[in-house]
């Protein structure tokens, strides 16, 4: 299984087993998932250029 696959499927578990009111936890999911996907981006491009 590849990271990315992991990440997908903690973040499905993660809204599965949620317990707020569902837009919120995913709003807020969403948001800390592109976050995340982001920084590992920018941590790949910095390496790249080097």
Known sequence: MT?????DATFFVSICGCRAPLDTRLTRLVTL????H?????K???????
Do not use: G, Y
């Open 38 to 42: 982001h920084r590992s981006f920018v």
């Open 44 to 50: 790949r491009v910095s390496t790249v250029s080097l």
């Open 33 to 36: 998932h592109r976050r995340h």
């Open 3 to 7: 990271a990315e696959a992991t990440d």
